[in-house]
């Protein structure tokens, strides 16, 4: 009987590929599809759509399940249809979108990386101020090997808010996966100093000891 359940267990627990995890994603973001296209919304209930992400969990870390990371995408999408001229839901679409692609630190499939690009574009097109977005983009740019336009969002980043923390969050990875380890360890270093959070302290140092 043991064996009999075990089996079964196997045969449920089914691997899904990228493309596959992406279909499920496109079920959820069906409802603000028309806001990705350039669709110009009216603004909405923006401390509505500030509280869905406050009360997100978490993306920072490594790995997330499948079930996880299409919960995040949910409360995103609620984000968006609450105010779609809040930029924090695109971000956090963007950023659930992305690590769909999971392979090792900082390494994602370009699938993954490709669909959840034109969310950071729409975070920063339609709510320019908003610092999720530019980070999200500029992550997704790294890690696209698109070091030109990478520059050219840290450039954005830091006309708007100078060296703090999100720049110096994206400049530490700009660097690091250049292979500049002088730079980075500096701006992983600033990173360090700035950081609030715990959960991306924690993801910080990691990838400093790397």
Known sequence: ATIIGRRRKMIGMTVLSISEKLVRASGILDPV?????????????????????????????????????????????????????FGGGYAFVSSSIYRLGFEDTDIYSEEALAGAQPWASAAVRVDPECREG?????????????????????????????????Y?????????????????MNWGALAWQQEWNSLRLVQTLFALGQ
């Open 168 to 184: 110096a969050r994206a400049a530490f990875l700009f660097f690091r996966l250049q292979g500049d380890a002088e730079q980075a």
């Open 134 to 166: 530019w980070e999200a983009l500029t992550e997704i740019l790294c890690y696209r090997g698109n070091f030109k336009q990478a520059e050219k969002a840290l450039g954005e980043v830091f006309r708007r808010w100078g060296d703090g923390d999100v």
């Open 33 to 85: 599809m028309p806001h990705l296209l350039g669709t110009q919304a009216k603004s909405g209930d923006r401390p509505a759509a500030e509280a869905f992400l406050a009360n997100a969990p978490s993306l920072y870390g490594h790995m997330f399940s499948l079930e996880q990371l299409l919960v995040a995408l949910d409360i995103g999408v609620s984000a968006i249809e609450a105010d779609p001229r």
